[in-house]
Protein backbone atom coordinates (compact mmCIF):
# COMPACT_ATOMS: atom_id res chain seq x y z
CA UNK A 1 0.00 0.00 0.00
CA UNK A 2 1.46 3.64 -1.22
CA UNK A 3 1.05 6.53 1.29
CA UNK A 4 2.04 9.84 0.43
CA UNK A 5 3.26 12.81 2.49
CA UNK A 6 3.12 16.52 1.13
CA UNK A 7 4.77 19.02 2.96
CA UNK A 8 6.35 22.44 1.94
CA UNK A 9 3.31 24.85 2.07
CA UNK A 10 2.55 28.14 3.88
CA UNK A 11 2.08 31.56 3.34
CA UNK A 12 4.10 33.80 1.20
CA UNK A 13 3.08 37.50 -0.82
CA UNK A 14 2.13 37.41 -4.88
CA UNK A 15 4.96 37.28 -7.02
CA UNK A 16 6.78 34.95 -4.57
CA UNK A 17 7.70 30.62 -4.34
CA UNK A 18 7.11 27.92 -2.82
CA UNK A 19 8.34 24.21 -3.22
CA UNK A 20 5.75 21.45 -2.68
CA UNK A 21 6.79 18.01 -1.65
CA UNK A 22 5.42 14.61 -1.66
CA UNK A 23 7.29 11.77 -0.31
CA UNK A 24 5.88 8.21 -1.41
CA UNK A 25 6.42 5.14 0.87
CA UNK A 26 5.61 2.32 0.73
CA UNK A 27 7.99 -0.25 -1.37
CA UNK A 28 7.76 -1.99 -4.03
CA UNK A 29 4.11 -0.81 -4.71
CA UNK A 30 5.54 2.82 -5.17
CA UNK A 31 7.12 1.01 -8.20
CA UNK A 32 3.64 0.30 -9.84
CA UNK A 33 2.37 4.15 -9.00
CA UNK A 34 2.98 5.46 -13.30
CA UNK A 35 1.07 8.57 -12.71
CA UNK A 36 1.51 11.26 -10.05
CA UNK A 37 0.16 14.45 -9.65
CA UNK A 38 -0.70 17.72 -7.92
CA UNK A 39 -4.27 18.76 -7.28
CA UNK A 40 -5.62 21.82 -5.52
CA UNK A 41 -8.76 23.02 -3.77
CA UNK A 42 -9.78 26.13 -2.54
CA UNK A 43 -12.97 26.90 -0.50
CA UNK A 44 -16.53 26.74 -2.41
CA UNK A 45 -14.34 25.15 -5.41
CA UNK A 46 -13.98 21.41 -6.91
CA UNK A 47 -10.97 20.09 -6.53
CA UNK A 48 -8.70 21.23 -9.61
CA UNK A 49 -5.56 18.89 -11.41
CA UNK A 50 -2.71 21.47 -11.49
CA UNK A 51 0.52 19.31 -12.88
CA UNK A 52 1.07 15.70 -13.88
CA UNK A 53 4.17 13.33 -14.41
CA UNK A 54 4.28 9.91 -15.80
CA UNK A 55 6.97 8.40 -13.98
CA UNK A 56 8.19 6.10 -16.08
CA UNK A 57 9.53 8.58 -18.83
CA UNK A 58 9.44 11.47 -17.03
CA UNK A 59 6.25 13.20 -19.53
CA UNK A 60 4.42 16.48 -17.56
CA UNK A 61 1.52 18.41 -18.04
CA UNK A 62 0.03 21.31 -16.89
CA UNK A 63 -3.20 22.91 -16.29
CA UNK A 64 -3.13 26.35 -18.98
CA UNK A 65 -3.30 28.65 -15.51
CA UNK A 66 -0.22 27.45 -14.51
CA UNK A 67 1.79 26.88 -17.46
CA UNK A 68 5.29 28.96 -17.14
CA UNK A 69 4.69 29.64 -13.14
CA UNK A 70 4.95 26.02 -12.10
CA UNK A 71 6.86 22.78 -12.84
CA UNK A 72 6.70 19.28 -11.57
CA UNK A 73 9.46 17.17 -10.73
CA UNK A 74 10.47 13.92 -9.27
CA UNK A 75 13.65 12.58 -7.46
CA UNK A 76 13.43 8.16 -8.38
CA UNK A 77 16.16 7.87 -5.42
CA UNK A 78 14.14 10.02 -3.40
CA UNK A 79 10.61 8.80 -4.04
CA UNK A 80 9.81 12.31 -4.19
CA UNK A 81 7.68 14.17 -6.11
CA UNK A 82 8.01 18.28 -6.19
CA UNK A 83 6.32 21.17 -7.52
CA UNK A 84 7.77 24.25 -7.97
CA UNK A 85 5.96 26.85 -8.00
CA UNK A 86 6.95 30.80 -9.32
CA UNK A 87 5.63 33.72 -9.46
CA UNK A 88 2.94 32.58 -7.36
CA UNK A 89 -0.96 34.90 -7.48
CA UNK A 90 -3.68 35.18 -4.72
CA UNK A 91 -5.69 32.81 -7.34
CA UNK A 92 -3.02 30.29 -6.64
CA UNK A 93 -4.32 30.06 -2.68
CA UNK A 94 -5.83 26.28 -2.06
CA UNK A 95 -4.83 23.03 -0.01
CA UNK A 96 -2.42 21.50 -2.67
CA UNK A 97 -2.62 17.12 -2.59
CA UNK A 98 -0.37 14.76 -4.04
CA UNK A 99 -1.73 12.14 -5.84
CA UNK A 100 -0.57 8.53 -7.39
CA UNK A 101 -2.29 5.88 -9.41
CA UNK A 102 -1.15 2.70 -11.58
CA UNK A 103 -2.22 3.27 -14.81
CA UNK A 104 -0.93 5.88 -17.22
CA UNK A 105 -2.74 9.22 -18.59
CA UNK A 106 -2.95 10.94 -21.78
CA UNK A 107 -5.37 13.87 -22.72
CA UNK A 108 -7.66 15.30 -19.72
CA UNK A 109 -7.59 12.35 -17.97
CA UNK A 110 -5.05 13.21 -15.79
CA UNK A 111 -6.52 16.29 -14.27
CA UNK A 112 -9.63 14.04 -13.02
CA UNK A 113 -9.33 13.52 -9.22
CA UNK A 114 -11.26 10.07 -10.19
CA UNK A 115 -8.13 9.19 -11.89
CA UNK A 116 -6.22 8.13 -9.28
CA UNK A 117 -6.52 5.97 -6.34
CA UNK A 118 -4.10 7.14 -3.68
CA UNK A 119 -4.02 10.63 -1.69
CA UNK A 120 -1.97 13.15 0.55
CA UNK A 121 -2.99 14.99 3.50
CA UNK A 122 -3.03 17.91 1.60
CA UNK A 123 -0.62 21.35 2.93
CA UNK A 124 -1.92 24.54 2.60
CA UNK A 125 -0.65 27.38 0.51
CA UNK A 126 -2.05 31.02 0.83
CA UNK A 127 -1.00 33.65 -1.47
CA UNK A 128 -1.51 37.57 -0.34
CA UNK A 129 -1.79 40.33 -2.32
Known amino acids: QVQLVESGGGSVQAGGSLRLSCVASGYPYTYSMRSMAWFRQAPGKEREGVAYVSTRDGRTLYTDSVKGRFSVSQDDAKNTLYLQMNSLKPEDTAMYYC????????????????????WGQGTQVTVSS
Open 99 to 118: AADGRLWYSSAWSQPGSYNT
